[in-house]
C-alpha cells in the first residue's frame, strides 16, 4: 500500500501555497492511508485463515487436540487483527462497500474542514486502501464551476500509477487553481 511521507506532505503544503496565490478560493489536499477500519473483513480473513490452518494440522495428523486446534485458529485471528497482517484482508471487501467507505469520508472531511458556504472551497480528497480521489467544492465554486472535475481526478488516476502520490497531488492542486483562476481570481 501507498503511503504518505512527511516530506511528501511538505511538497503537497508547498503546491497548495502556490495555488492558492494564483485564486481566492481556499484549497484543502486531504490524503488517508484509508477511509475505514474495514475491521469485519480482517475479522473474516483472520477466521478463514485461523480455520484454514487448524483445519490443514488436523487433515495432515499433526494436532489432533480440539483445544490446540481451536487456540491456533483463535492466535491466527487474533494475529491478523492486532497487527498489520489484516490489512491484506481489505481487498475482500467488495469494490462498492470500498467507494461507500471512501464517499462518506470525503464529504465527512469536507464537512469537518468546511465552516463558511461563501467562501470559495475545493477539497481533493484521496484515499490510497481504497483507490479513491474526488473533488469537492463547496455552493460558492459550484454556481460558477458546476462540472468537469472528473477531468483533474482522470488526470491524477494516471499521474498516480506513472509518477507516484507526491506529483500527481502536485498536478492536481495546479490544475484545480488554473481551473479557479478564472472565476475566482486572486
Known amino acids: 500500500m501507498v ?12 503546491a497548495v501555497r502556490q495555488a492558492e496565490s494564483k485564486t ?22 483472520g ?20 483445544p490446540v486446534l481451536l487456540a491456533v485458529q483463535i492466535g491466527i485471528l487474533a494475529l491478523c487483527d492486532l497487527t498489520g497482517i489484516g490489512r491484506l484482508f481489505i481487498r475482500l471487501a467488495p469494490r462498492a462497500a470500498r467507494r461507500h467507505f471512501a464517499a462518506e ?8 474542514l468546511h465552516a463558511d458556504k461563501n467562501e470559495p472551497f475545493v477539497l481533493l480528497f484521496v484515499s490510497l486502501a ?17 462540472g468537469e472535475w472528473d477531468k483533474i481526478t482522470n488526470d491524477f488516476t494516471q499521474d498516480m500509477r506513472q509518477k507516484g502520490l507526491r506529483t500527481a497531488c502536485g498536478a492536481a ?8 483562476a478564472a472565476s475566482f481570481p486572486a
Do not use: C
Not at 3 to 14: A, P, R, V, Y
Open 47 to 66: 477466521f478463514i485463515t485461523g480455520t484454514a490452518a487448524a483445519l490443514t494440522l488436523w487433515a495432515a495428523s499433526i494436532l489432533h487436540d480440539f
Open 105 to 112: 469520508m470525503a464529504m465527512r472531511q469536507y464537512h469537518a
Open 130 to 146: 481504497e483507490r479513491y480521489v474526488h473533488i469537492v467544492t463547496n455552493p460558492a465554486i459550484h454556481a460558477r464551476l458546476p
Open 173 to 180: 492542486v495546479e490544475r484545480i487553481a488554473a481551473r479557479l
Open 3 to 14: 503511503t504518505m511521507h512527511k516530506d511528501d506532505q511538505t511538497f503537497i503544503d508547498e
Open 24 to 45: 481566492s478560493a481556499k484549497i484543502t489536499v486531504v490524503v488517508l492511508p484509508a477511509s475505514g477500519a474495514y475491521k469485519e473483513y480482517i475479522l473474516a480473513g
